[in-house]
């Protein structure tokens, strides 16, 4: 699965975090640091990107931060609505693209 999160956008080490609570369900950042043997300072990066993907929340439970994933459905939703943007700047660039002077490529 860290593969196919790479191509969707996410670095390594987001998909390599991401991966890890899938596997493991909901868990402290220290339980992440010691299964993966990563650096805490890039898990806490990647678990903030992640956040901000919307892909991962971050719950207190007993006064401490636990993260867990979010819905696997709304990851569809995010890209479905980036599909749309994508859409109409293709839209743009076509149109503005078919009003500039067409331009004549030779191969010899």
């Known amino acids: 699965m860290i593969k196919e999160l790479e191509l969707i956008g996410l ?5 390599i ?3 890890a609570l ?3 369900g909901p868990c402290r ?19 903030q990107r992640l956040i901000l993907r919307g892909m991962v929340v971050k719950v207190i439970e007993k006064g401490v931060w636990t993260f867990q994933i979010t819905d696997p459905n709304s990851l569809l939703s995010t890209f479905r ?3 749309t943007i994508l859409t109409g700047i293709v839209e743009k660039i076509n149109t503005l693209h078919s009003k500039s002077e067409q331009q004549i490529i030779v191969y010899e």
């Open 29 to 47: 950042a220290g339980v992440l640091i010691a299964k993966l043997g990563i650096h805490r300072n890039l898990i806490y990066q990647s678990l």
């Open 22 to 24: 899938v596997k493991h």
């Open 11 to 15: 670095s390594k080490g987001d998909a």
């Open 81 to 83: 609505i980036q599909e």
């Open 17 to 19: 975090t991401y991966d």
